[in-house]
């Protein structure tokens, strides 16, 4: 600690000045969108993030234009939603066992299930996904079908089974989105960006 030890907010400021300089700088971003690509290269403590990450022209306002109207943020796991700031949206999860039953009986994982069974709340909602390319795809079937439009799609799961291929068939959606290209991703990049964004809306804390 007296070697390396900073305080906490000397860490952060010191962190994110290094991430500034990874970032391209032809990447057309706006400043906030800069600064959620920061926030999730340094929640994931890897500067490759940077040249890898994609953000929808549209993404930022649209996404807090909903947290400021308290739309809600469904997260595809217990472990994007407990990462996020407290705030005044509600926050749903996918992966829940209220859903086990209807995940069981369609043959798909909770997470696809999960998200299906929070339609209505992913309309004009904000989905937060970090871990499972499933919940990512099931939300992208129900898009297309015209069953629910979110207001923005964090969409970085991680892993190496169809976590890129959902990835990139998010990105051929017209609706609003940030992910990262690849394998790479998982649930502290998602909430990181959901968290970036909070902040950059000024949201106060409530009760989820």
Same mark, same amino acid.
């Given at each position: ?52 990450? @994609?953000? @929808?022209?549209? =993404? ?27 705030? =005044? !949206? ?40 970090? !871990? ?77």
């Amino acid at each position: 600690m007296d070697r390396y030890g900073l305080p906490p907010v000397e860490i952060e400021a010191r962190s994110l000045q290094l991430v500034e300089g990874a970032i391209p700088a032809c990447s057309g971003w706006t400043s906030e969108a800069r600064d959620v690509v920061k926030r999730m290269v340094y929640a994931a403590g890897d500067l490759a993030l940077a040249g890898l990450a @994609h953000v @929808h022209p549209d =993404a930022v306002d649209a996404g807090l234009e909903a947290i400021r109207a308290g739309a809600p943020i469904v997260c595809d796991v217990r472990m994007v939603a407990t990462g996020l700031r407290a705030c =005044a !949206n509600p926050v749903r999860v996918a992966v829940s066992t209220d859903f086990s039953t209807d995940a069981t009986a369609a043959g798909i994982t909770r997470a696809a299930a999960g998200m299906r069974q929070l339609a209505s709340d992913l309309e004009g909602g904000l989905a937060v996904i970090g !871990n499972a390319p499933t919940a990512l795809l099931a939300l992208l079937d129900m898009v297309d079908a015209g069953i629910c439009q979110p207001a923005l799609i964090i969409g970085v799961p991680v892993g190496f089974v169809a976590a890129a291929e959902s990835k990139q068939e998010l990105m051929k959606r017209a609706t609003p989105f940030i992910t990262v290209e690849g394998s790479r991703g998982g649930s502290p990049v998602a909430a990181a960006a959901m968290n970036a964004l909070l902040l950059l809306a000024g949201s106060q804390p409530g009760q989820t």
